[in-house]
């Protein structure tokens, strides 16, 4: 269902894109969960705009506090993804869906529309890598380019869905501009400047409405958009960039010697202490070992996937046992 009347062949500014941003409890898609979803829609001729922001209750404890703020008590009274399916797939029912790092929010869409019962991985693009692909510089995190391409961009309110959502919005803008004043007119001749894994799923077909898959509808958001800004200091920051860094090196648990250079990069610029450092990899580690026992069950593909972990952690300076 997913491979008919994919976008390939569709004019870019035809297309309604969904800009998303997920807050999860960890890096783990399958064992982690949502916690926060924001949603900003650009239908075609017209500025991006919110179309859907909540917090979601993940029915089990919230971690990652230190990156996004959310706590228990914040998600008590929030609803749960399977509330809330329905509207959220009607937001991005026909849409091309795009994320600052889509390999990491792809995965935990689809995990959550799978909780709900919807096998469908819809077209989506990264946009981190429009940069090189444009031709614009290397990839960065979401704060640099914004400053390089004069969007503004508030990091004290960074981690926060709407937030982060907004901003690869604007930026999205304005890559769009640069892709029609240098005459692309579809996603395959976009496609056709670079190849990167996400666009594979260019043959993909948009969500449909949700009445094709009975799912629940509710108005029961409950949003932190209209929240005021939480301070924040100075490690918190640091930790924030350094947990960026760390979600798009390891989305294919193979650290390239540029991967590398990147996160070294980041480390000398944002001078964490080593002790936060080793914390946060030993909560990705731990996330992955909860995600694979999860069923009582740990596979040989499993064992080589926390193996293929462990060294990437080691490689990055610290893997827990060392």
Request: glycine residues 6%; neutral net charge.
């Given at each position: 269902?997913?491979t008919?009347?994919?976008i390939?062949?569709?004019?870019i500014?035809?297309?309604p ?5 997920f ?13 926060e979803?924001?949603?900003f829609?650009?239908?075609p001729g ?5 179309a ?19 706590t228990d008590?914040?998600?008590?009274n929030a609803?749960?993804f399977?509330d809330i399916?329905g509207?959220?797939v009607d937001v991005?029912?026909g849409c091309?869906?795009?994320a ?9 869409l689809?995990?959550?529309l ?7 991985v819809p077209?989506?693009?990264?946009l981190?890598?429009m ?15 914004c ?5 503004n961009?508030?990091?004290?309110s ?9 901003a690869?919005a ?6 769009l501009k ?10 395959g001749e ?7 894994k996400?666009?594979n ?13 009975h799912l629940?509808?509710s108005?029961?958001?409950l949003s932190?958009a209209?929240?005021k ?5 100075s ?9 960026d860094?760390?979600r798009?090196?390891l989305?294919?648990?193979d ?12 480390r ?7 002790e936060?450092?080793?914390?946060l990899?030993a909560k990705?580690?731990?996330s ?5 026992i999860s ?8 064992v ?5 972990l ?11 046992g060392?």
């Amino acid at each position: 269902m997913t491979t008919e009347k994919g976008i390939t062949d569709k004019k870019i500014n035809e297309i309604p894109i969904a800009v998303i941003d997920f807050e999860t409890t960890g890096l783990s898609a399958g064992y982690d969960r949502v916690v926060e979803i924001s949603i900003f829609k650009k239908e075609p001729g017209k500025k991006a705009y919110l179309a859907f922001d909540t917090l979601i209750n993940p029915l089990r404890p919230v971690s990652a506090k230190e990156i996004h703020g959310i706590t228990d008590n914040d998600v008590k009274n929030a609803p749960t993804f399977n509330d809330i399916a329905g509207n959220f797939v009607d937001v991005l029912s026909g849409c091309a869906i795009a994320a600052y790092n889509v390999y990491f929010d792809i995965k935990f869409l689809e995990f959550e529309l799978r909780q709900s019962g919807i096998e469908f991985v819809p077209p989506h693009f990264c946009l981190m890598y429009m940069r090189p692909l444009l031709g614009l510089g290397e990839r960065c995190n979401l704060e640099t380019a914004c400053q390089e391409h004069g969007i503004n961009f508030n990091y004290q309110s960074a981690h926060m869905a709407a937030s982060d959502a907004e901003a690869s919005a604007k930026l999205m803008e304005y890559y769009l501009k640069i892709i029609s004043d240098k005459k692309i007119y579809t996603f395959g001749e976009l496609a056709s400047l670079k190849s990167y894994k996400f666009m594979n799923s260019f043959g993909y077909a948009p969500l449909p409405k949700a009445e094709l898959f009975h799912l629940k509808k509710s108005e029961k958001y409950l949003s932190r958009a209209n929240y005021k800004t939480v301070v924040c200091d100075s490690e918190r920051q640091a930790i924030n960039e350094y947990w960026d860094a760390l979600r798009t090196v390891l989305a294919d648990l193979d650290i390239t010697e540029q991967e590398l250079q990147y996160v070294l990069d980041i480390r000398r610029k944002i001078q964490l202490p080593k002790e936060k450092i080793r914390m946060l990899h030993a909560k990705i580690f731990a996330s992955g070992i909860s995600q694979f026992i999860s069923d009582q069950n740990f596979d040989d593909k499993e064992v080589s996937k926390l193996g293929k972990l462990f060294k990437c952690l080691s490689k990055l300076g610290w893997a827990p046992g060392e």
